[in-house]
């Protein structure tokens, strides 16, 4: 059985940072993109980073400069930096994978879901 479990969210003053992980089991995704999204309360998940099975990465906006991804193929894990954080990026953060080994399309799937993790940015 498939599972993404997120952790690492809380409660952070602005311009603080805080580092979300998504510990990958019951398969190995070092061959497939991975990705991060976010819902804010009364709005839809928006799409947040992506990062390639060969380390490619792609960023909303919103987040460029200030977040960065990555993953770690060794441990399954994948992991979110996120720094400069504003009151505006309080939301629930998702972890999720494409299901396609070595995909190099440009229309990515999110194929697998982690249960999400709080982030809160007080002003």
């Known amino acids: 059985q498939v599972q993404l479990v997120e952790s690492g969210g809380g409660l952070v003053q602005a311009g603080g940072s805080l580092r979300l992980s998504c510990a990958a089991s019951?398969?190995?995704?070092?061959?497939?993109?991975m990705a991060w999204f976010r819902q804010a309360p009364g709005k839809e998940r928006e799409f947040v980073a992506r990062?390639?099975?060969?380390?490619?990465?792609y960023y909303a906006d919103a987040v460029k400069g200030r977040f960065t991804i990555s993953r770690d193929n060794a441990n399954n894990m994948l992991y979110l930096q996120m720094n400069s954080l504003k009151p505006e990026d309080t939301a629930v953060y998702y972890c999720?994978?494409?299901?396609?080994?070595?995909?190099?399309?440009?229309?990515?799937?999110?194929?697998?879901w982690g249960q999400g993790t709080q982030v809160t940015v007080s002003s």
């Open positions: 990062i390639t099975w060969n380390r490619g990465t």
């Open positions: 999720a994978a494409d299901g396609r080994p070595y995909y190099s399309g440009s229309v990515y799937r999110d194929d697998y």
């Open positions: 019951g398969r190995v995704f070092s061959s497939n993109a």
